[in-house]
């Protein structure tokens, strides 16, 4: 029989450096301080600077504004100083389907125009964002459709906040003044498990995390967004400390032999170091456990033995397993196991104590389901034309209009 994995993946190249910003700063994605800071450059008096800053984060992340001049209650000067000052762009969308499932995904360019995807994914009583932290990935895992593309690059905190604001566009989703406030979310969760490794960008997505978190804007809690790191293992502890939100680790297999060929970080940073460094994360409690996740691919790491080794290995730590049936992309080197494999696989677990759900594939049919992100143009003019053509998002209304 032949081997079924592929050769050894190269080890992780340098990132380019982000080409700096031109023009007038874009506000989106800054923290309050750094708000602070830019209104105080561009001349805010020092005893307005509080203020100020709250009113332009109400206008921005609470009810969605982009127009400076909109902003109804700051003076007319104050106002138009903003405006020749700053901006507040969002990345573009170029393009945006929806799947049969109701899935959504948005092809958006950044600045430099690089492409990224986003990922709105509609559940009964719940809708997740699923959202990138880079153009491409260093990491090449050898399973994964963003690990092949060559270009990366890390997006901005702006660029990360900017993709939930992006789909809150789209759905409708910020508030009208006066209507009653919506109970239900649409996004209700956010999840960082598009493209790229969260972890190997971690200012920018720690101060995005932070504008999304934040109670008088997006607001979306701490425990409604789960990052999903490959194992770069000396910032999980400051994951826990400086952004504090749910981890997910992608495990996907239980030797080193097989996560090596996987997982190329595995090199790096092996299966006992990666779980030496969960067991001593600082959230770690049955509240927050952690998700594993665990790809599963016919032949490689789906046997009974894997599921035995995999429940000895995680002992100890309060956690659960999130099952992803491999999505296929072309040229995959590799397969999705039948369903009774999977399942038998999830019995093994699930009677070790975990919870062990089997993730439901969705935006399969528009190349949105986990692994499959790649922002490559090529890809897009080989496909057939979207279920639906790309739409201009609506611009949000102001308050008062
Ligand atoms: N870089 C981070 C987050 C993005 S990937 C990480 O690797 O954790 C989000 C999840 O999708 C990861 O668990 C990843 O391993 C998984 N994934 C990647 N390619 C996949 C594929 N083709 N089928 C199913 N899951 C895949
Ligand atoms: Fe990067 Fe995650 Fe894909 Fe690996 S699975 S190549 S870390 S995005």
Redesign the pocket.
Known sequence: MTDPLPPLAPEPRLLPRRPPASGPLNLVGLTRAGLAAALAAAGTPERQLAMRTGQLWQWIYHWGVRDFLAMTNLARDYRALLARHFTLALPEVVRREVSADGTRKYLLRVEGGHEVETVYIPEEGRGTLCVSSQVG?T?T?S????GTQPLVRNLSAGEIAGQLMVARDDLGEWPRPGAPRREERLVSNLV???M???LLNFEAVRDAMAVVMDGEGLALSRRRITL???GVVPMIAPAATEIGCLL?V?L?ATTDAVRDRLVPINRRWNIATLLQALRDYPRLSNSERITF?Y?MLEGVNDADEDARRLVRLIAGIPAKVNL?P??E?PG?PFRRPSWARIEAFAEIVHRAGYAAPIRTPRGGDIMA????LKSATERLRARRPPAVAATATAAPRPPGA
């Open positions: 990935c990491l895992c399973f994964c459709h963003t960082l498990m598009g790229g490794e969260p999903s790191t490959s997910a992608s996907h996740e790809v992803i491999f999505n992309w995959a389901a986990c692994g499959q």
